[in-house]
């Protein structure tokens, strides 16, 4: 039977949009492969798809965050997506907060099996770096909804800096139920926007929002 997992993440199309940080990439790809499943990180079923639904969906992020100096990925777990910008942005300082121990042990051993000199991990929930932690955006992934997100997210965002998550297809849904947080966090209107990486595999959702 073809890994269809293991064919797309050694074609030429993924070497390519990884470029100098393939290995890196890949070397995190095969740590999720081997690990991820055993220490709860991911599920069985994602095992056979961790290029594409994670791998790549998380890069997608990555533009996004061209001008962002620092990063904060919140509720960090398997590092998706704050491991895969910390490879494919060596110039930006990026903070993982994740409260669980097993995670932050994991994201700490991968950070040193990658030599990722540019990784803060951080044990804690958002709500506990509230004027502890200020950095030029702050992203996630499949943690909670918008509402619950701009209210734990926002305040580690520096004046001018963003908030831009991944987000399913129907987060339009969730925008008028935030409209009240956001307001009192001063916030400009939100963006979806779509998140591209290779042929073939499908666009990532963002949304982004600036604060004031």
């Known amino acids: 039977m073809v890994d269809t997992d293991e064919v797309m993440g050694t074609s030429a199309a993924v070497r390519d949009y990884f470029g100098e940080h393939y290995d890196a990439v890949s070397r995190f790809h095969a740590r999720l492969r081997d690990e991820g499943e055993v220490r709860g990180l991911i599920g069985p079923r994602e095992v056979d798809r961790l290029w594409e639904r994670h791998i790549l969906n998380s890069a997608a992020v990555v533009p996004f965050l061209a001008s962002a100096g620092s990063v904060a990925d919140i509720g960090s777990g398997a590092g998706l997506p704050g491991i895969v910008i910390a490879i494919l942005r060596p110039d930006a300082q990026v903070h993982l907060i994740e409260p669980m ?112």
């Open 101 to 212: 121990e097993r995670r932050t042990t994991w994201l700490e051993e991968v950070v040193a099996d990658l030599g990722l000199a540019n990784v803060v991990v951080k044990r804690g929930r958002a709500e506990e770096y509230d004027g502890a932690l200020e950095v030029d955006a702050v992203t996630s992934r499949a943690v909670a909804a918008l509402s619950k997100l701009a209210r734990i997210s926002l305040p580690l965002v520096r004046s001018g800096g963003e908030l831009v998550i991944l987000k399913g297809r129907n987060v339009e849904q969730e925008i008028e139920p935030a409209r009240k947080i956001l307001r009192k966090l001063t916030v400009g209107e939100p963006e979806i926007l779509e998140g591209r990486t290779i042929d073939g595999v499908e666009s990532t959702t963002v949304l982004r929002v600036r604060r004031k």
